[in-house]
């Protein structure tokens, strides 16, 4: 009985870096989301999969960053060139309903800091 | 102006006390849902109502679609109730989030 799993739990940077979080999301759950928590905010949506497939990237920042679920299961949110903007916890949350609308787990979260 | 607004942001209450949470929304939504987050992370979802009323043992959400707001309660509040509550609105196929309110419940 696992629940939402991500790794690493925290991450320190140098700016200019590339980063690759992971997601393990509860097993055979369709739906995934990606979110970014600012220091002292809400979370922000960044994107969703449906299996494997990105259905909404609106809500990432910049074409620096990147995510996928090529099997549908596992997904990794990569950042490129890392900026001191992009410092924050990302949160990654799984459904087992394709339209959002059921409870999403929510991992414990990737802390990044990029100096 | 935020599409989800939150009240208060900071909230401090003594061992007891009965605790409201206000929600506001500008954006139509399909449902609402109310989390808990904990120092280090992690979130768990309480809630998720479209209508009406729900409780959960001393949690109590309601949620008036008309006037776009929900309110979360806590009766007999508890220290371990110490935590950051969010609001979050489901509109399309994302969550949209408020800033959260900072829960402290003093013995």
């Known amino acids: 009985g696992a629940g939402v799993s991500q790794s690493p739990r925290y991450k320190v940077a140098k700016r200019g870096q590339d980063v690759a979080l992971r997601c393990d999301p509860i097993?055979?759950?369709?739906?995934l989301f990606w979110y970014q928590q600012a220091l002292g905010q809400g979370p922000e949506f960044l994107t969703y999969?449906?299996?494997?497939?990105?259905?909404?990237k609106s809500g990432l920042p910049s074409d620096r960053f990147f995510a996928e679920r090529p099997e549908g299961s596992v997904s990794t949110l990569k950042i490129q060139r890392t900026q001191q903007e992009d410092s924050a916890v990302y949160l990654c949350?799984?459904?087992?309903?394709?339209?959002?609308?059921?409870?999403?787990?929510f991992g414990p979260g990737t802390r990044l800091l990029v100096l | 102006k935020n599409e989800v607004e939150q009240s208060p942001q900071n909230l401090t209450a003594q061992e007891g006390e009965f605790i409201t949470i206000n929600c506001s929304y500008s954006?139509?939504?399909?449902?609402l849902h109310w989390l808990q987050q904990h120092p280090g992370g992690g979130i768990v979802s309480l809630f998720m109502?479209?209508?009406g009323k729900k409780k959960h043992g001393r949690l109590i959400a309601t949620i008036n679609i008309q006037e776009k707001h929900s309110s979360l309660h806590i009766t007999a509040s508890h220290p371990r109730d110490s935590a950051v509550y969010i609001c979050?609105?489901?509109?399309?196929?994302?969550?949209?989030f408020g800033e959260g309110t900072q829960l402290t419940v003093n013995p």
């Open positions: 979050a609105v489901v509109s399309g196929s994302r969550l949209t």
């Open positions: 999969f449906q299996n494997e497939a990105q259905l909404d």
């Open positions: 954006v139509g939504i399909s449902a």
């Open positions: 109502l479209s209508s």
């Open positions: 097993s055979g759950h369709v739906s």
């Open positions: 949350a799984s459904s087992s309903d394709r339209t959002g609308l059921k409870t999403q787990y």
